[in-house]
């Protein structure tokens, strides 16, 4: 191949396989036909324009443009909000009484980044569009600054969530601002800062606590302040819920919502983690805003993946995730009990309790889904057996071991299945020991007490378990491994719900507050989509009942069996929203897979009468081959399977046919 | 129906108005019909195209090789033309309005400044979600 031509085809990775393999070669056809005489290299304008391509294509459409507007809609409120906190803070919570001296009149060097912000919410009505993002680039440095500030000056900060709720609205009113602003919406930004405050001080004042609890540093304020976050949450919800009833696209309301709601989510918790060391897992802050951020996380992938075919091997890695997550918390865990506390044998338990699950981690991407039992059943066994972890970090391990058992995956084939579970679990190992350093009041050795750190590094295991829990929700709701989704939603939701719920009283606002709103929005936008759904459900079946009727009849053998084949496919391609024909064809073969099939009654031939004997998978591959008339790519991707394993599927299935004494055709 | 088209799938409809082209066809008439102020690259192409494809505008009709180059050909449906049909209705229509009003009352130019930061980073955010 020319060099041009393969430097073509490198770029053209950008495109999802799938469609490279449909469409690559005419792409390829006609970048070559575009290209100038003599060209050896594709230009930069050529490469960004494929990039960009083949992003839109594994976005499927309007996931960026969706994103792209709600971001510019969330962008004013996070400013508003970010100002409108740091003016809160600073006249109250930072105000010292007469005669006692902080940073000058202040409590911590927080008052600095806060003047910033509220000087950015002003600047926002008077500064031109192309300079508005210059004065919150300023308040986010400043933000950051006030960690080393705070440590090199030996004054106090304001706590971390604080910090990185701030930053975290900066983020967004960075990337969403910039729109050009006339009139009354110059005074929007400034104005909402001002109600922010002014709602947070009203809050304040409600619950009687103006001016009596400065000694309390930092504790109930920003709760407070998260109620009104988690107000704006709701206010950008209902604003979708009004759009989606009007029948106007709801979703970049929706990303406005989830993405104020990030940073809004670590404002609101109180720490609710008992003091001193105990034996059991009990959530703490931490765990409340790792929750509440994946629960966001969780709604954003969903938004996501409405845009797009649904993963659907998602629950295919929920368990290497979470033998992941579990191999990088022993490995940090049994690690750091040897070397890096104080007290080495008090409590650490016997290190063949952690060990086990190293190794599983380490083996999993080279086992067969058996093998992956078998060994996380060893390792489960192993911890169980030796005088091992603190019961609450055996509570969480064998929960995350149950995961692995019910969702245990497909072999590795893909470079991205091989580095997941290492990659998972050397993150998980990172956030561990960020977790514990955090814990022990930012000391790298010398740490005292085992059990409450192992407790609240366990926290991290929630991310594996939302994803647990997601992959399940979505198997149930599309009728696929009905079993395997519930039961790992009742694995995932209820080890979260048991640690959650006895504190859920003291928990924020927005964690509360996002489902109700994200529920109303979805209800609203499910009643009114109804008809449109039926009317494309009515209108498929019309077009394609004959087609998919024949190809059931071939891949069932009998006409009842067809029918309900068909039936089946059609109820759960319109449950999971995707009335398209080859997600009805998907859906038809893997459902035929399963099932038993006679031989038609009707038919007197020696080949179908063999054909019928053969077992699902080479049957189906071969029915698909030579009465369906399908080639090994198509019939790969009705089958979800490789191409090659399909080409050894229906070889060895003529081969089995001629063995026994068929004429093959 | 009824949303108004973005000008390049205008563009690519009306070259294939014309018959049956193949995708360097199209960039070709595209620039031709356009004066040379709409290039269109083949990223840009064939992601018009797919969506026409799956909106009926458009069929792929026949496979030829060329040079080792596959082509394919892509013909307007009878309701990609009527989409066309409708919307080159609605800007003459536009134009015919825009004329009369013009000859009546100057008009003022209104820039307005774009912001180009935020697609590119509801890219990348939206890329991450996709994995």
Redesign the interface.
């Given at each position: 191949m020319e060099p041009l031509a393969r430097r073509y085809r490198r770029l053209l990775f950008a495109y999802p396989d799938s469609y490279r393999r449909q469409r690559g070669d005419e792409l390829l056809g006609t970048l070559l036909d575009t290209a100038r005489p003599g060209q050896r290299r594709p230009t930069v304008a050529e490469a960004t324009d494929l990039m960009l391509g083949g992003l839109r294509q594994r976005l499927g459409g309007s996931l960026a443009a969706d994103l792209e507007a709600g971001l510019a809609f969330a962008a004013p409120f996070a400013l508003a909000l970010a100002a409108g906190l740091g003016g809160f803070l600073m006249l109250t919570v930072e105000r010292m009484p007469a005669g006692i001296h902080g940073v000058g009149p202040f409590r911590t060097v927080g008052p600095a980044a806060y003047a910033v912000w509220l000087a950015a919410a002003a600047l926002r009505a008077v500064l031109p569009a192309g300079l508005s993002r210059v004065p919150v680039a300023a308040a986010m440095t400043v933000t950051a600054v006030l960690i080393p500030a705070a440590v090199i000056s030996g004054y106090q900060r304001p706590p971390l969530w604080v910090i990185l709720a701030l930053l975290g609205f900066g983020a967004i009113a960075m990337a969403g601002g910039g729109e050009p602003l006339t009139g009354a919406a110059r005074l929007a930004v400034p104005v909402g800062a001002l109600v922010a405050a002014a709602l947070a001080k009203a809050l304040l004042r409600w619950q009687q606590l103006d001016g009596m609890w400065w000694d309390t540093y930092y504790q109930t304020a920003p709760r407070l302040a998260g109620m009104v976050a988690a107000a704006a949450v709701l206010g950008v919800a209902a604003a979708g819920a009004v759009a989606a009833a009007r029948s106007r696209p709801a979703r970049p309301y929706l990303w406005a919502a989830l993405l104020l709601a990030l940073p809004g989510g670590w404002l609101g918790p109180l720490n609710t983690s008992p003091a001193g060391p105990t034996p059991g897992i009990e959530f703490g802050r931490l765990a409340e805003v790792v929750l509440a951020s994946c629960l966001v996380l969780a709604a954003m992938t969903w938004l996501a993946a409405l845009h797009r075919a649904a993963h659907a091997d998602l629950l295919d890695r929920a368990g290497g995730l979470a033998i992941g997550c579990a191999g990088g918390l022993c490995a940090f865990l049994g690690l750091a009990g040897r070397l890096l506390f104080v007290d080495r044998d008090w409590q650490f338990g016997d290190w063949r309790g952690y060990v086990g699950w190293v190794l599983v981690a380490i083996a999993w991407p080279f086992l067969a889904p058996a093998a992956r039992r078998a060994t996380t059943v060893a390792a489960l066994l192993l911890m169980l057996l030796a005088i091992a972890p603190p019961p609450g970090v055996r509570g969480s391990l064998t929960v995350l071991a149950a995961v692995a058992l019910v969702a245990p995956g497909r072999p590795a084939s893909r470079i991205g299945a091989w580095l997941a579970v290492p990659l998972t679990a050397l993150g998980t190992a990172a956030a561990a020991a960020v977790i514990a350093v955090y814990d022990n009041g930012w000391e790298l050795t010398g740490w005292v007490a085992y059990q409450q750190t192992a407790a609240l590094v366990m926290t991290v295991a929630i991310a594996p378990l939302t994803v647990a829990v997601v992959a399940g929700i979505r198997a149930v709701l599309s009728g696929t491994r009905t079993v395997a989704g519930a039961l790992l939603v009742l694995a995932g939701a209820g080890w979260i719900g048991l640690l959650a719920l006895p504190n859920l009283a003291r928990w924020g606002p927005t964690l509360l507050l996002l489902p109700l709103a994200l529920g109303a929005v979805l209800v609203v936008q499910w009643v009114r989509q109804r008809p449109v759904r039926v009317a494309r459900l009515r209108a498929y079946v019309d077009a394609h009942q004959a087609d998919l009727q024949s190809l059931a009849y071939l891949l069932t053998g009998d006409r009842a069996a067809a029918t309900n084949l068909v039936l089946d496919a059609l109820a759960g391609a319109y449950r999971s929203g995707r009335v398209e024909d080859r997600e009805v064809r998907r859906r038809l073969v893997r459902l035929a897979l399963n099932r038993s099939t006679t031989c038609p009654s009707i038919v007197d031939d020696p080949l179908w009468t063999a054909m019928y004997g053969l077992d699902p998978a080479r049957r189906v591959a071969l029915v698909l081959h030579v009465h369906a008339g399908l080639e090994p790519p198509q019939i790969a991707e009705l089958m979800h399977r490789p191409e090659p394993a399909v080409r050894r599927l229906t070889d060895s299935a003529l081969a089995e046919l001629a063995r026994r004494g068929a004429p093959a055709k | 129906m009824g949303v108004p088209l973005q000008e390049p799938t205008f563009l690519i409809l009306t070259a294939l108005a014309g018959g049956p082209l193949?995708?360097?066809g199209v960039?070709q008439e595209v620039t031709r019909l356009s004066d040379g102020r709409v290039v269109l690259?083949?990223?840009?192409?064939?992601?018009a195209l797919?969506?026409l494809a799956e909106q009926g505008h458009v069929v792929a009709e026949r496979e030829e090789v060329?040079d080792g180059?596959?082509?394919?050909y892509y013909r307007l449906t009878d309701e990609g033309a009527a989409v066309l049909d409708a919307e080159a209705r609605r800007l003459a229509d536009n134009a015919a309005e825009a004329r009369r009003r013009l000859r009546s009352r100057p008009a003022t130019a209104h820039f307005?400044?774009a912001?180009p930061?935020?697609?590119l980073?509801?890219?990348f955010?939206?890329?991450a979600?996709?994995?």
């Open positions: - | 193949h995708g360097y960039i690259r083949p990223g840009t192409l064939y992601g797919d969506r060329v180059r596959l082509r394919r307005i400044a912001a930061g935020r697609r980073i509801a890219h955010i939206a890329a979600f996709v994995g």
